[in-house]
């Protein structure tokens, strides 16, 4: 479906943009990447943010916003104007997803770049550059990593879901339904967790209370065009580019899974 009544060779070319500026911001962190950067916390859950989210940052703001600057901007790396709310089309970036993970040197973080309009994304590319991995989705377009098509998994009798889960939320789900589930190990990068969904690596995740669209908005779109889907615990579909960036507790899945872990995490409200 292609979203209001912009022509889809607009995402496309957003998609384009995007692709290239991602790219490009994904190189510059990729020189700082295992040589110490520089490291400084903010926000009252002392996240760590470094030199290197600061300079795909820059390279991401001039790149995109000079090439439209009718786009609204939202970056986690940039104080929060809210000008971007009276902007029917944002650009929704976050310069490296995972930087926990960077700074400790491991190789899952992203680059994460999404065009949202009217509250859903139309376009977005997740690009991990230590993996040499470029994710990239239009609105009504399959999803596809390093240019090949992905989908989701599909369900196989008798054998457990593989889940992307917080082990101190397994207890929380309702009962039984931990045993049809086989926890595989912590993703730094959130983005790159929904997205291992669309490619069939693993079947699902449960994301905690106080995401911010940042880190949803590329990825929920590479998910929903591989056949997935990202929804609160309500099974609505998110809406990005609100006064509140946050979120409250969601589950990402391939479709015919996702009935059932909503079910299951039905309780989860408020972690």
Same mark, same amino acid.
């Given at each position: 479906?292609?979203?209001?009544?912009?022509?889809?060779?607009?995402?496309?070319?957003?998609?384009?943009?995007?692709?290239?500026?991602?790219?490009?911001?994904?190189?510059?962190?990729?020189?700082?990447?295992?040589?110490?950067?520089?490291?400084?916390?903010?926000?009252?859950?002392?996240?760590?943010?470094?030199?290197?989210?600061?300079?795909?940052?820059?390279?991401?703001?001039?790149?995109?916003?000079?090439?439209?600057?009718?786009?609204?901007?939202?970056?986690?790396?940039?104080?929060?104007?809210?000008?971007?709310?009276?902007?029917?089309?944002?650009?929704?970036?976050?310069?490296?997803?995972?930087?926990?993970?960077?700074?400790?040197?491991?190789?899952?973080?992203?680059?994460?770049?999404?065009?949202?309009?009217?509250?859903?994304?139309?376009?977005?590319?997740?690009?991990?550059?230590?993996?040499?991995?470029?994710?990239?989705?239009?609105?009504?377009?399959?999803?596809?990593?390093?240019?090949?098509?992905?989908?989701?998994?599909?369900?196989?009798?008798?054998?457990?879901?593989?889940?992307?889960?917080?082990?101190?939320?397994?207890?929380?789900?309702?009962?039984?339904?931990?045993?049809?589930?086989?926890?595989?190990?912590?993703?730094?990068?959130?983005?790159?967790?929904?997205?291992?969904?669309?490619?069939?690596?693993?079947?699902?995740?449960?994301?905690?209370?106080?995401? %911010?669209?940042?880190?949803? $908005? *590329? @990825?929920?779109?590479? =998910?929903?065009?591989?056949?997935?889907?990202? !929804? &609160? /615990?309500? +099974?609505?579909?998110?809406?990005?580019?609100?006064?509140?960036?946050? %979120?409250?507790?969601?589950? $990402? *899945? @391939?479709?015919?899974? =996702?009935?059932?872990?909503?079910?299951?995490? !039905? &309780? /989860?409200? +408020?972690?």
């Amino acid at each position: 479906m292609n979203a209001d009544h912009h022509p889809p060779d607009q995402w496309t070319r957003d998609l384009d943009l995007i692709t290239t500026a991602a790219m490009a911001a994904g190189e510059k962190a990729l020189t700082y990447f295992r040589k110490n950067p520089d490291v400084r916390y903010k926000n009252e859950d002392r996240s760590p943010v470094s030199e290197a989210d600061y300079a795909a940052n820059d390279i991401l703001k001039e790149r995109l916003l000079s090439a439209r600057p009718n786009y609204g901007w939202l970056s986690e790396e940039t104080d929060d104007d809210e000008a971007r709310l009276g902007c029917d089309t944002v650009f929704v970036v976050d310069p490296i997803d995972g930087t926990r993970g960077f700074i400790a040197g491991k190789d899952v973080w992203c680059v994460s770049v999404a065009v949202v309009h009217k509250g859903r994304p139309v376009a977005g590319v997740l690009y991990a550059p230590a993996l040499i991995e470029l994710y990239q989705a239009r609105d009504g377009v399959e999803a596809r990593r390093n240019g090949v098509a992905i989908r989701v998994s599909k369900p196989v009798a008798g054998q457990p879901l593989r889940f992307a889960i917080a082990e101190d939320l397994l207890p929380k789900l309702k009962a039984g339904y931990g045993k049809d589930v086989a926890r595989v190990s912590h993703v730094p990068s959130l983005a790159y967790r929904i997205a291992m969904i669309a490619d069939g690596r693993i079947d699902g995740t449960v994301v905690k209370k106080n995401a %911010h669209d940042w880190d949803l $908005a *590329a @990825a929920d779109l590479i =998910l929903q065009q591989a056949g997935g889907v990202l !929804a &609160g /615990l309500d +099974g609505q579909p998110l809406t990005y580019n609100r006064p509140s960036v946050r %979120h409250e507790v969601l589950c $990402a *899945a @391939a479709l015919p899974a =996702l009935p059932a872990l909503l079910e299951a995490s !039905a &309780g /989860l409200h +408020g972690h």
